[in-house]
C-alpha cells in the first residue's frame, strides 16, 4: 500500500544531516503501524512525502502502486482522497456544527447533498458521536473534538489514514477513546500509520512500530513496544541493537546530549 524504497530527503541543498536517509520500508494493505522517534527523526516529513506535499531527494515513494515522483501536479488531489489526515490540532471550523465539519471534506470533492446526508452518519457513528451532530466543536470535549477529526478524514472512505501526533493535546482517557476509535477504523480495512510520542499507547495497544532516529529506519518490529529496543549508532559507525534497561539509558543519554548540544 506504502512502499519507500531508498528514500532520502534533504530540505535545503546544504543540509548536514538529511530528514530521511536511505529508507526502505513497506507497510501492506490494513496493516497499522506506529511511526515513533525522537524530535527531529524525520517522522512528520515521512508522512507529507506519502501525500506528496513534498518530493523525495533520491528514490522512490509508492502509494497504492503509483510512484509519486511520476504524477503529474494535477493527479496529487485525487491521490490526496485516498488518504485522510488527521491533525494533532484537530483543525475544526469553530462556527460549524460536528456534522458541518465532516460534510465539508465531502463538499470541497464535490459530493452531492444526499452522499452527504446519507455518508455523514454513517462516519459519525464510527467514532461514537451520532448524538452529537449538533453540536459546535467548543460544546465537546478534547477527545470528542479529535474524533470530529477521524471522521471528517474518513468521510470519503481513504484506503490509508495517515496522524500525526493526534493524542498529543489529549489526557490518558481521550488518547485512549481516539486509540479505539483508530483500532476500529483499522479493522475495518483501512491502512493506518500513526507518528506519535505517546509510548505508554504504542507499548499497550501493539501494532508495528517503524522507529527512525536521525532520518533512518533503525527498528521495523511487528507487534513492538515504545522502548523495547533501540539501535546505537557508534563512533566507528557499527550499529548495535540495545534492548530493555540499556535502550532506555541510551534513548536518554542522546536526549541529553542532544540538550547540550543545543544549549552550545
Ligand atoms: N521545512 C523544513 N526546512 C528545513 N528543514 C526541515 C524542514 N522541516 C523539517 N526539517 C528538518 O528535517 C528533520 C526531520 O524533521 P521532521 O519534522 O520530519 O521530524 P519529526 O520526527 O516529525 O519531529 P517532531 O516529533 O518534533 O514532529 C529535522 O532535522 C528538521 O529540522
Known sequence: MIKFENVSMVYEPKQRNAALNDVNIEVNRGEFAFLVGESGSGKSTFLSLILREKRATNGAVYVAGQNLNRIPSRRVPKLRRDIGFVFQDFRLLRERTVFDNVAFAMEVIGASRAQIRDRVPDALRMVGLEDKAR??????????????????????????????????????????????????????????????????????????????????????????????????????????????????????????????????
Open 135 to 264: 453540536r459546535k466543536p467548543t460544546e465537546l470535549s478534547g477527545g470528542e473534538q479529535q474524533r470530529v477529526g477521524i471522521a471528517r478524514a474518513i468521510v470519503n472512505k481513504p484506503s490509508i489514514l495517515l496522524a500525526d501526533e493526534p493524542t498529543g493535546n489529549l489526557d490518558r482517557k481521550n488518547s485512549v477513546e481516539v486509540m479505539n476509535v483508530l483500532d476500529r477504523i483499522n479493522q475495518n480495512g483501512t491502512t493506518v500509520l500513526m507518528a506519535t510520542h505517546a509510548h505508554e499507547l504504542v507499548s499497550e495497544f501493539r501494532h508495528r512500530v517503524i522507529e527512525l532516529s536521525k532520518g533512518s529506519v533503525v527498528r521495523d518490529e511487528a507487534d513492538g513496544q515504545y522502548t523495547a529496543m533501540t539501535t546505537v549508532i557508534n563512533q566507528d559507525g557499527s550499529r548495535e541493537l540495545l534492548t530493555g534497561e540499556a535502550a532506555m539509558e541510551a534513548s536518554s543519554e542522546a536526549a541529553m546530549n542532544e540538550e547540550k548540544d543545543e544549549r552550545q
